[in-house]
């Protein structure tokens, strides 16, 4: 097998029913089995079951039955869940036996009453309790009850089943026993009740109870819905002719809700269908060979499309579709009877067993020859939802649909599913050829196009020519015709426009690119509405070339469609290309004078976020004298005295505006503009009394600064008010600074006398006071007290300041240092010889080492503030330190 090819074989050559005898021998002969979520029970004839989890088969727990005298299991009951069991003994004797507990339960009200079958609630989850469950008896009678497990460890255990409650008799006119019970939820749309469907069998019918439910009903759940049939009206399905006994069975896929359809099986036949029994059922006979001996089936379980039929000897699968034998599985003698037949619902697997063995049976994709049976039935749509992932199965059935359509006649739908298949392009042309119309040729033609991909390009101009030709053939005939003014030669020329006008949905940019500068030319406006509707398909500056064509032909129309497009970019697709905004501008200083300043006041003020070129829309607006955008564009570069002398040409008011925008901190600048309006307004416009209103517009100027603006003869009345007003200024200012004057006098006397105080203050040393930094006595060398009662040797202190000095003022100190120990040294020296100079030196030095070193407290005053952002530790030190913890 070659790369790139599935071998299809694979799955063909394995079946869709596999056997595999189980690694199991039983100590007594099995009686019954019965299996769900991966839990197996088995019931042997000496009342002993044997309970497993199949995901750990090595752990299997024997359970045994109360022993009385000759009874034996009856039937098992298994939820779906696999955590309830119901163990029906001959003698009417009924038991409970949970998952969680090894000891069965009796349930005493069920007691005398043989049950034949267990109708589960699908719904219930509870491992505690079976919720609301149906149970039909050998007399046809339905039973409602709930079963809860109240566990074994409990001394006083409570009841086990919390209500019986009898609901309906099924044998009014002779004593049938029930065979099969089922119910399920189905969908509803109420708020307040649930709708539920009820299946009960006999060994002649089928019982279908159909009803609502309330959600807030107190139990029985099921009554008020049985009520309803209590007058005859329940519905059944009957088979003609006695029977002995019948099995009902259900099919719900995994994962899914609902119950898909069921199965009911008697003794000569089966009946299959959905989850309502009065549609869409059908009888499905038993197969039989000729010379088998009447056999019937001892149990039956159904798939999603295949009933197995279980006979003494052998297992017969029938596809419920087709009704045929599509696997038969003959037990040799060795295995002894097959005994029964059960399947889980949960995982999908089928189990079967005898006396001494067991053998289970995996499922393997038994929807693969589902197409082939749904296309031999011509349900080509059931046929098509089970081949889409199979192209050749596909493609089967879209040539088997289109045969059947052409063979009836709708040759308009047939040539829609020739034109999905792999079947000769030209086999089926002539088969339309050869037709009356045509319609369906064109059909077939058009469906083929549209599957083409855009490199076919030899294989799209041949149908493309081929169907204009019919198109303008039979526009011709039905002209010579006389039918030019029908409706149906309306009809066929619309659809050839409308066959014209497809290639506009394909995105070939690079046309659009090519043909873009001559068809704009002649029909701007279908050009860039084609454009827009391509939308983020083309690159907007590829299409300069064909914008800018306006520059050459001077056509207005032209001009205004190109900014029609150019404001879909930018508003529509977010375009921040300099080019396209850059030619937009140009378009509207042209063109659109009016909308220029709505444009440039749209982009802003920040030079970042601009998207056009500033030096360009500067020349281009000083070239056509628009003057208010020109003087927006110097403020925006910051040109600010350019735009103030440009705008005092247009409006006095647009000048103060610009005036204003440089930076508050930078007041001569703001002054000099004010300046500039103030003495244009004076000398061209010749405005004294708006000249004067400056004063009050800015807090800058002053009546001294456009004083020398006016002539030396002017009426004084014009500023009168304005000299007065800044003579008080002047006035209230003088005050001010006299009043700060006398504060600052005030201050530096009080400084002089807490100095004064401060000479004067004193503290008592102890002789058993110590030294902040070192903790040695204090008196034992020369020290430091602070105000603050803290108290350092000399060298301490300045063993702890000179850290954190500059390294200036840290060679001042040692200097400083040595000058003192100098001192110190000279003074011995020289003992009883006079040297007021010297002393006076000594102590200049050490008021200088003082004012360094001891100004404040090391650790009271800003020395420690300014260190609280400062590790404790050194960068070299935590590594030790940390050592040291360890």
Known sequence: IGPGYIDARTDLDTPIFSKKKINFKPSDPLTHVVVSSNFLVMAMSNNLLLRLDLEHPDQQEEIELPKASEDKVYRLFLDPTGKHLIICMESTENLYLSRNSRKPRSIGKLKGHLVNAVAWNLQNTNENTTGAILLGTSRGLIFETELTDSGDSRFFQGSLDQYLKQLFNLAKDKIVPITGLEFDRMPSDSMTEYKYYILATTPGRLYQFVGNVSKSTDPPLFQQLFMQYESGAEQFLELPGEFGYSELTMYRPRHAKCVKSFAWMTDVSGTAGPQSVTVNTKLIRYPRDGDEKSQNPLSMVMTEFHVLLLFPDRLKVM??????????????????????????????TIWAFTGQSIFKYKVTREARDVWQMYLDKNEFELAKEYCRDNVAQLDRVLTKQAEYLFEKGEYQESAMMYAQTQNSFEEIALKFIKLDGKDALKSFIQKKLSALRPQDKTQITMLVT????????????MKEQGQDESDEYRKVQEEFRMFLAQPKNKTDTELVYKFSPLLMQYIPKETVSLWISLRDNLEPIKLIPALVQYDHNKNREQGNEAIKYLEFCIEQLDNKDQAIHNYLLSLYAKLKPDQLMTYLNIQGTDEDTICYDLKYALRLCAEHGHKKACVHIYSLMGLYEEAVDLALQVDVELAKQQADKPDEDDNDLRKKLWLRIARHVVEEEKDVKR?????????????????????????????????????QEYNHHIEQLKEEMDDATKSAEEIRKEIQSFRNKYAFVSATDKCAACNFPLMARSFYLFPCHHKFHSDCLIGEVLPNLTSKKRQRVEELQRKVAENEDSRALSVGVRGDNSTDKSKDTKAELDDLVASECIYCGDLMVRSIDQPFLDEGDEDLVLSGWL
Request: aromatic share 12%.
């Open 466 to 477: 081929w169907l204009i030709e019919i198109f303008l053939n039979q526009l011709g005939e």
């Open 691 to 727: 000249a004067m209103e400056f004063l009050h517009d800015c807090e800058l100027l002053k009546i001294e600064d456009i004083l020398p603006f006016f002539p030396d003869f002017v009426t004084i009345d014009h500023f009168k008010d304005a000299i007065v007003t800044s003579l």
């Open 319 to 348: 596809c419920v579709l087709n009704e045929q034998l599509i696997y038969e599985d003959v037990f040799p003698d060795r295995f002894g009877r097959l005994l029964g037949l059960c399947s889980d619902p949960v995982k999908g």
